[in-house]
């Protein structure tokens, strides 16, 4: 037989698979270009994606630790209306005057004649005769994680007054008696931040409070604040940042996402 003169060169692709082809190596081109990207740092380009101009990240100016205290108003009353209204948010605040003072934080005393005046004192340590002193601290507790601080005043009293013979008691004032707006410069050279003075060397040596609160009903007394030593008032907070002069709500971060959790369960319903 005569071996065939056919060509044995095979035959070009079908234009699918062409096309196929061509996607595939497009592709791989772009994620090549990608890749490489993530290792190029040009012009524009951030090392910290954070730090990056994306529309998907909210850009906001970088301020002090006391640029913004005005807004502690509105955290306050935010985090009061969840505190009275989510179970949640509620139990998380009381929650950590459990885990801080639980039955009370007591000192240990073994002489019997100074237990007996502690116990006594104790139960007339509020100056408003409502709580023990360790109830009082388990009240500072919960109003630093709703309100951020919390003020108490050293109050004298006349030995006569106390059944211990202790000469004071503690009144226990919000955040609000402090005023946010009180920011200048005082009398005494000394600068006045959110109602906290201090002096040269940045030591706290006055408050400016009101007599009452100023959102509650009072009947007698000034409605501008009074300079208060420093000796006489504890300002009880855990600063956020150095050199923070007033706390804000231990919850702020939480309470979109609370209310958006709230706003969920509604419609859900």
Not at 107 to 129: F, M, S, V
Not at 150 to 159: D, G, M
């Amino acid at each position: 037989m005569t071996p065939s003169n056919r060509s044995h060169t095979p035959s070009s692709p079908p234009a699918a698979q062409q096309s196929v082809a061509q996607t595939v190596r497009r592709t791989f081109s772009r994620w090549s270009q990608r890749a490489a990207n993530l290792f190029t740092v040009s012009r524009g380009d951030t090392f910290f994606e954070a730090a990056a101009e994306s529309p998907r990240t909210i850009q906001v100016a970088d301020v002090g630790p006391n640029a913004r205290n005005a807004e502690h108003a509105v955290l306050r009353a935010q985090s009061r209306w969840m505190f009275a209204n989510d179970p949640y948010y509620r139990q998380a605040c009381n929650q950590v005057g459990r885990n801080v003072v639980h039955y009370g934080i007591q000192p240990i005393i073994r002489h019997k004649a100074l237990r007996k005046i502690w116990k006594r004192w104790c139960r007339e340590a509020d100056a408003r005769g409502q709580l023990t002193f360790e109830g009082l601290q388990f009240q500072v507790a919960v109003a630093m994680a709703r309100d951020g601080e919390v003020l108490a005043r050293l109050r004298p009293r006349y030995p006569s007054d106390m059944k211990s013979k202790v000469p004071f008691q503690l009144q226990l004032l919000e955040a609000d008696y402090m005023p946010l707006e009180k920011t200048m410069r005082g009398e005494r050279g000394n600068l006045i931040i959110n109602g906290v003075e201090r002096d040269q060397i940045d030591r706290p040596v006055a408050y400016w409070l009101f007599d009452h609160h100023p959102r509650d009903i009072f009947l007698t007394g000034s409605a501008l604040p009074n300079r208060v030593p420093a000796s006489d008032v504890l300002h009880v907070y855990l600063p956020d940042r150095i050199g923070d002069t007033r706390g804000y709500p231990w919850g702020a971060s939480a309470l979109r996402v609370t209310q958006r959790a709230r706003t969920y369960d509604e419609v859900q319903l």
